[in-house]
């Protein structure tokens, strides 16, 4: 009998969570250059910081201030993009987790990608901000 996937219910959940996707992007064919090459994201200090986005929004910690979507504007990113993010973060909650908390990760993670991509197509998206 196979062990089932745990629940979402850890700082260390979380940080596996976000060291696996963010493992699949940046070697991802249609996500590695928009993060490697032109965003030049230093993932050394990018992960610690989307642990803390991910720890506010599924285990309620207060560490994360920041103000996600005005990074984005400047990237070359359309539809494409959002929705192979939400794939590859899916994936990654699917293969790790089951449970409440990885459903709400999946359901915030469509939220966020469905919001950042209407955003990107208004003509002043941060009016909307």
Do not use: C
């Amino acid at each position: 009998m196979t062990n089932p996937r745990p629940d979402i219910a850890s700082e260390a959940d979380i940080r596996l969570l976000v060291d696996g996707f963010y493992a699949k992007v940046g070697q991802d064919a249609l996500l590695g250059p928009v993060f490697n090459d032109f965003a030049h994201v230093d993932w050394p200090r990018h992960l610690p910081v989307m642990v803390d986005f991910w720890s506010s929004l599924l285990l309620g910690t207060t560490r994360y201030h920041g103000r996600p979507f005005p990074k984005h504007l400047p990237l070359p990113i359309a539809a494409a993009h959002f929705q192979r993010w939400l794939a590859l973060f899916e994936a990654t909650v699917d293969e790790l987790f089951a449970g409440p908390k990885a459903e709400e990760a999946k359901v915030r993670a469509r939220s966020i990608a469905t919001l950042f991509e209407h955003r990107l197509r208004e003509p002043n998206p941060l009016s909307l901000v």
